[in-house]
């Protein structure tokens, strides 16, 4: 008896843990157009039902069915339910232990809701504004920050993107000067004279500046302090360029320079040089490559060694979520009765096994 109640113990937990996210992803069933959910292996895992399916973000998805959106579970189920004090609202998106939700559509007002649904936060400040880069229970909204209890930073305009480090790029509204600030507006390093201060990322902000002799400066900076970590000379790149030289989430720097590729670390070291400026930035060990071909532009992905593991055979490919990317072309058509589409497919990294994941018909 102790035995079976134990086996039903088990069963009852991995039930409530479920899957992880990379093992869920949204595909359209080609013959109803309706959504549902495969695996890596592209068995499918949840039955198409749905009109609409976000991919699975904090081991859940936001979905759409018979004009209703609401949150699902890794197993199918329905979590939260599309209501919030009479009214209707519509979750459009998972983001750090949060749903986001529009509450009207002609007033642009947005709420939080937390992942057991129970704590919601409305705000008057955010109508017409999008809340987004959710990190330690701060956001952005427009170009102001908040926290979750609906306080706003005072005196200060921020930058597009919140970095884990907990610092960011601030402009005070009174006098227009640049600082990197902490979530509670203190800050940590100010723009002297002739400093220009680019965006935080990995806990590092791009600065350049005018030396003594009149000469350009450039180097990576820590946000919590200031301190130059690595200097290089502005001079070999291009100076639109410098707005695109932020870390990525990788902690790589990327160049260009004598139309070859720098990839350096946090401290300067050069780790990787490629021939070509068809590579962009490091996001999870891969970084795209680009080849035009018959007047289209194929992406593909290198590794940190700079070896091509998937080849530059789509139009257009997403971030890999664990083995699978998502990657689509434009097939042309043959016949007069026929229409251009573009066809999006799943591809596994590993096997190299395909899944067709949509079909959008261009009249």
């Not at 639109?240 to 990525?248: F, H, I, N, T, V």
């Not at 350096?264 to 996001?283: A, Q, S, V, W």
């Amino acid at each position: 008896m102790k035995t079976k109640h134990l086996a039903i113990l088990i069963l009852l937990f991995l039930w409530s843990c479920g899957p992880g996210d990379e093992d869920r992803f949204p595909f359209k069933d080609i013959k109803t157009e309706l959504w549902g959910y495969v695996n890596q292996d592209f068995d499918v895992i949840i039955e198409p039902q749905f009109h609409e399916a976000q991919p699975f973000k904090e081991g859940y998805a936001v979905v759409r069915k018979d004009g209703d959106n609401y949150i699902i579970d890794a197993f199918g189920r329905e979590r939260i339910n599309p209501e919030y004090d009479n009214k209707d609202y519509y979750i459009r998106s998972v983001e750090k232990g949060w749903f986001i939700a529009l509450l009207s559509e002609i007033t642009g007002e947005y709420i939080l809701i937390d992942h057991q649904g129970e704590k919601r936060i409305p705000s008057d400040e955010l109508k017409h504004k999008y809340p987004h880069e959710i990190i330690d229970d701060h956001f952005i909204s427009g170009s102001e920050l908040y926290s979750v209890d609906n306080e706003m930073l005072k005196n200060f305009r921020v930058q597009d993107n919140i970095d884990e480090s907990g610092y960011l790029l601030g402009y005070k509204t009174s006098d227009k000067s640049i600082h990197i600030i902490d979530f509670e507006g203190n800050a940590k390093v100010s723009a002297q004279e002739g400093e220009r201060f680019y965006p935080v990322a990995n806990g590092m902000f791009l600065k350049t500046w005018t030396g003594e002799d009149s000469t350009e400066h450039a180097g990576f900076c820590y946000a919590k302090n200031g301190k130059l970590s690595w200097e290089f000379d502005p001079s070999y790149y291009e100076r639109s360029d410098l707005k695109r030289m932020g870390y990525s989430k990788d902690g790589l720097v990327r160049m260009e320079r004598s139309k070859q590729t720098f990839y350096y670390d946090k401290d300067g070291d050069e780790k990787l040089i490629l021939d070509g400026t068809n590579y962009g930035h490091f996001n999870n060990g891969l970084a795209t490559i680009t080849i035009s071909r018959n007047e289209n532009r194929y992406t593909g992905f290198i590794d940190r060694s700079g070896e091509v593991v998937f080849e530059p055979l789509y139009t257009d490919v997403q971030t890999p979520q664990g083995n699978i990317i998502s990657a689509s072309n434009i097939v042309i058509a043959t016949k007069r009765n026929e229409y251009d589409r573009t066809e999006r497919w799943y591809v596994n990294l590993e096997t190299g096994k395909r899944l067709l994941q949509d079909i959008e018909i261009h009249k």
